[in-house]
């Protein structure tokens, strides 16, 4: 069975991609100096697969530490999820974006390249499209950035283009992710963000225990259904199948492409907090506020690549993601 490299396994999403590459039978070697995770996720990715997780605790930059453990396992291939993900977080401090985002890529290339491995699936994002005029947006819409961490993953992007360029080994997937959300059914693995949350499921999650004393919707005069804004959102299962079907089939891409992972459907917030209410059967507290600057209207995939290449489609429902969040956060039995 093929060995596969994790680095940003204790994540939310890389968690989530030990449990499906584990249930399909494939090996994993976690890296993760738990910036932004809790050492105790392998064990309950164990306690949910009934198999045992190779990690090693160290940042992805350490070039030396990354070497031996290539050294020690023959990898077929990496997925790289390590990062720092928080758009605000970057405005503030764009170099520690740059050289964690940059830096840990770079890295982890020139030892691949050193240990001949060619086989890379990259954690990109629907930020790429800053604000697209094209709907749902399609992997050929045209790419911006307007904050640091969106300019890190189109770096990325295009460093790994260049590279595939100039070297026809390489098998590259840039899964440009929609927005991620739920957790695992079990309840045992899920979202654990540190600091006060900005995205919308995290937010109603602390709005539910108490923790934020309403929802803030930002915008009721958007042009959507309901005048709030519209996201794709996609259960973070469903999200480490597409990682499962990307890894999997990387030898029947030749050079680096681009692939988006979403439902291909918008939900509005009214719709999100609605469905939230109907889980729990009671009302939660909510007001309409400015919109938040730089927020786009509506964003959802042309998910048709991703099913063209690899069959892969997502299957959960909006009423599952929240059920899900709600049984992480032990709102739910
Ligand atoms: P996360 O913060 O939960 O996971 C990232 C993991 O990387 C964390 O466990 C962190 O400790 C680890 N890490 C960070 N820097 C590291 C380093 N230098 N060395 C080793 N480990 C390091 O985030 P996530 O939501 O699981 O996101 C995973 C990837 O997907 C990120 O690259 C992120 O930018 C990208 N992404 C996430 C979303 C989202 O909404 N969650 C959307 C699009 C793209
Ligand atoms: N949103 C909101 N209140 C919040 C957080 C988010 O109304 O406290 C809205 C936001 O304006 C957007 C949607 O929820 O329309 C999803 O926001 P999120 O930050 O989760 O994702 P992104 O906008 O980055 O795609």
Redesign the pocket.
């Known amino acids: 069975m093929p060995t596969y490299l994790l ?8 968690s989530h991609t030990c449990v499906a590459l584990l249930e399909a039978g494939h090996e994993v070697v976690a ?7 809790h050492a105790d996720v392998y064990e309950r990715v164990e306690q949910i697969t009934g198999r045992s997780v190779k990690h090693y605790d ?4 350490d070039r030396s530490q990354l070497a031996a453990v290539f050294g020690r396992h023959q990898i077929d291939g990496v997925i790289h ?5 928080a758009v605000g977080e970057s405005v503030e401090r764009p170099w520690e974006y740059y050289e ?2 940059l830096g ?1 890529t770079m890295t982890l290339i020139s030892v691949m390249r050193e240990q001949d491995c060619f086989n890379l699936v990259f ?5 790429v499209y800053g604000e697209s005029k094209i709907l749902p947006i399609p992997e050929s819409a045209p790419l911006s950035a307007s904050n640091p ?1 969106g300019r890190s ?1 189109l770096i990325i992007e295009d460093m790994l283009r260049d590279l595939s360029s100039s070297d026809n080994r390489w098998h590259i997937a840039l899964l440009r ?1 929609f ?2 959300v739920g957790a695992h059914p079990s309840g045992l693995i899920g ?1 654990d963000p540190k600091g006060r949350p900005n ?1 919308l499921f995290p937010v109603i999650t602390q709005v539910i225990d108490g923790r934020l004393p309403e929802l803030q919707i930002f915008g009721d005069d958007y042009d959507t259904p309901d005048g709030t804004g519209v996201r794709d959102y996609i259960h973070v299962c469903d999200l480490a199948g597409g990682h499962l079907a990307a890894v999997e089939n990387l030898g029947g891409l030749g050079g680096a492409h681009a692939i988006n992972l979403g439902s291909g459907n918008g939900h509005s917030v009214r719709e999100v907090l609605e469905q939230f209410q109907a889980v729990l059967g009671r009302s939660l507290p909510h007001c309409y506020v400015a919109r938040r600057p730089g927020d786009a209207a509506s964003c959802y995939a042309d998910a048709s690549r991703a099913a063209e290449l690899w069959s892969w489609r997502t299957t959960k429902t909006l009423q599952e993601m929240v059920e899900d969040s709600c049984r992480w956060g032990g709102f739910l039995k």
């Open positions: 680095t940003g396994a204790a994540g939310f999403i890389g890296i993760d100096n738990f910036a932004n995770s160290f940042d992805v930059r999820f390590a990062g720092l993900k964690v985002n840990s954690s990109s994002s629907a930020t961490y993953k992710y927005n991620p979202e995205n």
